[in-house]
């Protein structure tokens, strides 16, 4: 049985009469760009966050482009990232002008080292960007209490509606950074019919300097105070992603029994290591990742069995050719760049089934010999 690494059409089909509708009703209005479908959208998110605003935009890049903007992020400045994650988070920072400065990760947790970002500052450090990897929130506190003047960018593409147990007090992914970012890639948790992205914040200053960047700079038309982006959410995938938003709960809790079984199911083969979720965080696996040895052998022989699979990522970002000018050389981050040789994500949508499940497992045990 062949199981791919997602299956788009499997949720599609639970929510499809939902779905047309609410696209439907848009086709009739006639209305595309912004409007009530995504004014009732980043309310949503707004909620489910616990934030002041939330703005929508094109893609979950742009939502970082326009943290980095509106925090005056630009030519001469420095900001923190992980060099473990998608291109995007350090793509954003040098479009604005800045320099990525990469620091190491933890290698449980595969997010941002605090105490390698507190020793990576400089006085032209303009702010850190701790990225949710895989749908567990970065320690954000800690960072907070290491660099408490520096603006935290969170880098929340693969993690709404996760939370993190923070002072007594379980917090939203978004809620407590400076910004939060998040990408409705359709392959996220939260998944668009195409591309789309949100920006949350508690600072009214902020959100309004992003609504005024994402629209050329203007907050009256034809009047234009600076030079903005063209970065609007457009009101049909405002409307699909309202209606998703509605099961998102339920999907991840989903996706948490699924990484249960696999974890349960791998248990006893020593030559893998299962996630670790912090105990302070509520994991939303967005990817559930296995550290593994033979990885790419492994990955060969899901491959021929039909199991999908993919590595997240393969080449951390501070070797990227792009990067080259930074100075960066192999051996400098060495977690990550373990990490980029050992990891290895199976399917773990919510629709899995028990048959899928189990051929999954039995592929990697097989592997193993066990």
Not at 224 to 230: A, D, F, K, L, S
Not at 317 to 330: D, E, I, M, R, V
Request: glycine share 8%.
């Amino acid at each position: 049985m062949a199981v791919p690494l997602l299956d788009l059409k499997a949720q599609y089909a639970t929510i499809k009469d939902e779905v047309v509708a609410a696209m439907m009703q848009v086709v009739d209005d006639q209305a595309f760009i912004l409007g009530a479908p995504v004014g009732k959208l980043e309310c949503e998110v707004a909620g489910l966050s616990k934030t002041r605003f939330a703005v929508g935009c094109a893609n979950g890049t742009d939502a970082l482009l326009l943290a980095y903007r509106a925090l005056d992020i630009g030519p001469g400045d420095e900001v923190i990232a992980p060099p473990f994650t998608f291109f995007a988070t350090a793509g954003a920072i040098h479009n604005v002008g800045a320099r990525p400065v990469f620091v190491d990760i933890d290698p449980l947790t595969f997010n941002i080292d605090p105490a390698a970002a507190a020793a990576a500052r400089t006085p032209r450090t303009k702010a850190v960007v701790p990225v949710d990897l895989f749908g567990q929130i970065a320690p954000i506190e800690q960072l907070q209490a290491a660099l408490p003047d520096l603006p935290l960018v969170e880098d929340a593409a693969q993690s709404i509606g996760a939370k993190r147990l923070i002072n007594g007090v379980w917090r939203m992914a978004g809620e407590v950074a400076t910004i939060g970012t998040f990408s409705f890639f359709p392959s996220k948790n939260l998944g668009g019919f195409g591309d789309g992205g949100m920006i949350v914040t508690q600072d009214e200053a902020l959100y309004q300097r992003i609504l005024r960047l994402r629209t050329h700079g203007s907050t009256r038309t034809y009047l234009h105070e600076e030079v903005g982006y063209n970065s609007r959410l457009d009101a049909l995938q405002a409307a699909v992603l309202s209606v998703k938003l509605a099961r998102l709960q339920a999907w991840s809790a989903a996706r948490r029994a699924n990484a249960a079984y696999y974890d349960a199911a791998f248990a006893d083969v020593p030559e893998l290591r299962t996630p670790y979720v912090a105990p302070e965080s509520e994991h939303i696996f967005n990817q559930y990742t296995l550290r593994a040895e033979r990885r790419d052998a492994l990955q060969e022989h899901l491959k021929g069995a039909g199991i999908g699979n993919s590595v997240y990522y393969p080449l951390p970002l501070h070797l990227q050719p792009c990067f080259a000018y930074l100075g960066y050389q192999a051996g400098m981050c060495p977690v990550a760049e373990a990490a980029s040789r050992e990891v290895i994500s199976l399917p773990v949508y919510p629709e899995l089934t028990g048959d899928q499940r189990d051929e999954v497992v039995a592929a990697v045990r097989g592997f193993y010999g066990r």
